[in-house]
């Protein structure tokens, strides 16, 4: 039996009955295992005008072995029957026009168990480029706070795809496996009054009320900056950073981290072994160190190996390791003290890679300097460059992000132009693959508010504070419930109202109502923040030990 979805010009009502038969039973798994996974989910939509912008009806019917595919069940008890009603308003998405992260629908529903017992569920629908995304939380019942985020696609479409005749019918498929995950337990409280984050390699860090900075995951080289931590510990939850206070901004690096304190000084801590703290003592440092002359900053950045400092003159410093001329001087020569970037005067903005650096202009131009193997200075080549070179064919530029090998920016009317590395999709363009794409090319029908690029994804806040992000998602670290890499943007589960989002190595966290922060992907190192070292393809919220 197909699985067939009705779109009709009417009330917007989506009925989803997912009827899981055949399931094999079992005893209870542990977390993180799913409830429920699903291989796969095939479809056909069928579309009457005129609904262009009207609500749509969908009707989904999934069966085991049929429209969806390959159901395993790991908690002894399987699902007998679903039933899941949503308002929904679709505009254009049918012709892929639709904005990324859109929440269109929403609604209740109900989930039966094969014994007796029921879940009750808040359902979610979310645009993404090519189709939509339904995220399922169960409020009540069976598994409360248990989740699953389903990705939808249109994988082949008939007809015209215009204002005045959109696409009449579809085929639609999901996007990896269908998952219920259960709910971690909340053991501790969450963490509030953060101020602002930055997820850096295995680490994050936050500056919260009072202007102290909380730091959690991996301390290999003392870059949580807590006395009483040795390298080669881990905490799972935040710790406070050793006498400091006052902090406005902190910046989270591979293994090392900086904060930009009241005043305008520069504090580092953690990996020295290239002069990345701006210190020649030791190779590393557990506490502070300040960054001895600098001028007053406005913005610190901690990358790779090395670190920059906007200064209030707009100039910029960097200091560190200098292999790829990451620090702008003119040379390759590393140094612990900072080196004024050549030719920098005007700069309102900064961002720190791997192995490359880059600044905002005032005017809106934007220069980078560094490792451009991959092309990821965006001037056309990919030949490094000691000192900074144009950012070609952009203009009107209000930030720039500068990730593992690609970078990425963002323009007054909220376009996001990306270039560099593109072999997991993390520069949006709709493809992956391993040729350097050496000039920025934008997102389509793509608008954001902010940007970060991290290892080898990037992420975005639009809209009210939806968080989209794309490229690699082997740890999760798209936040969509998958495990699977995206070379177009798709929504984060749950983030509503996110006033920023910070991409790390293999890891993503974003900044939400009332000081919290949310985070997914990779956890080995306690990264995430939520007390456990499993990694989660989902948003889990930072908590603290009471």
Same mark, same amino acid.
């Given at each position: 039996?197909?699985?067939?979805?009705?779109?009709?010009?009417?009330?917007?009502?989506?009925?989803? @009955?997912?009827?899981?038969?055949?399931?094999? @039973?079992?005893?209870?798994?542990?977390?993180?295992?799913?409830?429920?996974?699903?291989?796969?989910?095939?479809?056909?939509?069928?579309?009457?005008?005129?609904?262009?912008?009207?609500?749509?009806?969908?009707?989904?019917?999934?069966?085991?072995?049929?429209?969806?595919? $390959? /159901?395993?069940?790991? %908690?002894?008890?399987?699902?007998?029957?679903?039933?899941?009603?949503?308002?929904?308003?679709?505009?254009?998405?049918?012709?892929?026009?639709?904005?990324?992260? *859109?929440?269109?629908?929403?609604?209740?529903?109900?989930?039966?168990?094969?014994?007796?017992?029921?879940?009750?569920?808040?359902?979610?629908?979310?645009?993404?480029?090519?189709?939509?995304?339904?995220?399922?939380?169960?409020?009540?019942?069976?598994?409360?706070?248990?989740?699953?985020?389903?990705?939808?696609?249109? %994988?082949?479409?008939?007809?015209?795809?215009?204002?005045?005749?959109?696409?009449?019918?579809?085929?639609?498929?999901?996007?990896?496996?269908?998952?219920?995950?259960?709910?971690?337990?909340?053991?501790?409280?969450?963490? &509030?009054?953060?101020?602002?984050?930055?997820?850096?390699? $295995?680490?994050?860090?936050?500056?919260?009320?009072?202007?102290?900075?909380?730091?959690?995951?991996?301390?290999?080289?003392?870059?949580?900056?807590?006395?009483?931590?040795?390298?080669?510990?881990? &905490?799972?939850?935040?710790?406070?950073?050793?006498? =400091?206070?006052?902090?406005?901004?902190?910046?989270?690096?591979?293994?090392?981290?900086?904060?930009?304190?009241?005043?305008?000084?520069?504090?580092?801590?953690?990996?020295?072994?290239?002069?990345?703290?701006?210190?020649?003592?030791?190779?590393?440092?557990?506490?502070?160190?300040?960054?001895?002359?600098?001028?007053?900053?406005?913005?610190? *950045?901690?990358?790779?190996?090395?670190?920059?400092? =906007?200064?209030?003159?707009?100039?910029?410093?960097?200091?560190?390791?200098?292999?790829?001329?990451?620090?702008?001087?003119?040379?390759?020569?590393?140094?612990?003290?900072?080196?004024?970037?050549?030719?920098?005067?005007?700069?309102?903005?900064?961002?720190?890679?791997?192995?490359?650096?880059? *600044?905002?202009?005032?005017?809106?131009?934007?220069?980078?300097?560094?490792?451009?193997?991959?092309?990821?200075?965006?001037?056309?080549?990919?030949?490094?460059?000691?000192?900074?070179?144009?950012?070609? $064919?952009?203009?009107? =530029?209000?930030?720039?992000?500068?990730?593992?090998?690609?970078?990425?920016?963002? +323009?007054?009317?909220?376009?996001?132009?990306?270039?560099?590395?593109?072999?997991?999709?993390?520069?949006?363009?709709?493809?992956?693959?391993?040729?350097?794409?050496?000039?920025?090319?934008?997102?389509?029908?793509?608008?954001?508010?902010?940007?970060?690029? $991290?290892?080898?994804?990037? /992420?975005?806040?639009?809209?009210?504070?939806?968080? &989209? /992000?794309?490229?690699? +998602?082997?740890?999760?670290?798209? @936040?969509?419930?998958?495990?699977?890499?995206?070379? &177009?943007?798709?929504?984060?589960?749950?983030?509503?109202?996110?006033?920023?989002?910070?991409?790390?190595?293999?890891?993503?966290?974003?900044?939400?109502?009332?000081?919290?922060?949310?985070?997914?992907?990779?956890?080995?190192?306690?990264?995430?923040?939520?007390?456990?070292?499993? @990694?989660?393809?989902?948003?889990?919220?930072?908590?603290?030990?009471?």
């Amino acid at each position: 039996m197909p699985v067939v979805r009705v779109f009709r010009a009417a009330v917007a009502v989506v009925v989803l @009955g997912l009827v899981f038969a055949g399931c094999a @039973g079992g005893p209870p798994a542990a977390d993180p295992d799913p409830l429920v996974s699903c291989s796969s989910l095939s479809g056909s939509i069928s579309y009457t005008p005129p609904a262009q912008n009207a609500g749509v009806g969908v009707t989904i019917d999934a069966l085991p072995g049929t429209g969806l595919a $390959g /159901c395993t069940d790991r %908690t002894g008890s399987g699902i007998t029957s679903a039933s899941i009603s949503v308002s929904a308003l679709f505009p254009a998405f049918q012709c892929g026009l639709s904005s990324v992260g *859109a929440v269109v629908g929403s609604g209740t529903g109900r989930i039966g168990w094969s014994d007796g017992s029921v879940s009750d569920v808040s359902v979610s629908v979310l645009t993404r480029n090519s189709g939509f995304v339904v995220e399922f939380t169960v409020t009540g019942g069976r598994w409360p706070g248990a989740r699953a985020s389903l990705s939808i696609v249109v %994988t082949s479409s008939q007809g015209n795809c215009t204002p005045a005749a959109p696409v009449t019918s579809a085929t639609i498929a999901s996007i990896g496996p269908f998952e219920l995950h259960p709910a971690v337990a909340p053991l501790r409280p969450p963490l &509030t009054g953060a101020r602002q984050v930055s997820a850096g390699g $295995g680490h994050t860090c936050a500056v919260v009320d009072g202007g102290y900075v909380n730091c959690w995951g991996s301390n290999s080289d003392g870059q949580l900056g807590n006395i009483l931590l040795g390298p080669g510990a881990t &905490t799972t939850v935040p710790v406070t950073v050793s006498w =400091l206070a006052r902090a406005d901004q902190v910046s989270a690096g591979d293994r090392h981290t900086c904060a930009l304190l009241g005043g305008g000084a520069v504090s580092c801590w953690g990996s020295n072994q290239y002069g990345q703290l701006g210190s020649s003592t030791g190779s590393y440092s557990n506490f502070p160190l300040p960054v001895a002359g600098l001028g007053p900053a406005t913005q610190v *950045a901690a990358g790779g190996t090395h670190s920059c400092a =906007l200064l209030v003159d707009g100039s910029v410093a960097c200091w560190g390791a200098n292999g790829s001329g990451q620090l702008g001087d003119g040379s390759n020569a590393a140094s612990a003290a900072p080196v004024a970037v050549s030719g920098i005067t005007d700069a309102v903005q900064i961002s720190v890679g791997g192995f490359h650096s880059c *600044a905002v202009l005032l005017g809106g131009t934007a220069r980078c300097w560094g490792s451009g193997g991959f092309g990821q200075l965006g001037d056309g080549t990919t030949t490094s460059s000691a000192v900074p070179v144009p950012v070609a $064919g952009l203009t009107g =530029l209000t930030e720039v992000s500068a990730g593992g090998d690609h970078t990425c920016a963002l +323009n007054g009317a909220g376009s996001v132009f990306c270039w560099g590395f593109n072999r997991f999709g993390q520069l949006g363009l709709g493809f992956a693959g391993e040729s350097p794409i050496a000039t920025p090319g934008q997102i389509p029908y793509f608008s954001a508010s902010s940007i970060s690029a $991290g290892g080898a994804q990037t /992420c975005a806040t639009v809209g009210a504070g939806v968080v &989209t /992000c794309w490229g690699a +998602n082997a740890s999760g670290e798209l @936040g969509d419930g998958l495990t699977i890499d995206s070379a &177009t943007p798709v929504p984060s589960f749950g983030i509503r109202a996110a006033t920023e989002v910070t991409a790390g190595g293999s890891h993503t966290c974003a900044l939400v109502m009332a000081g919290q922060l949310e985070c997914w992907g990779q956890n080995i190192n306690g990264q995430l923040g939520n007390g456990r070292t499993d @990694g989660s393809s989902l948003p889990l919220p930072v908590v603290i030990d009471p």
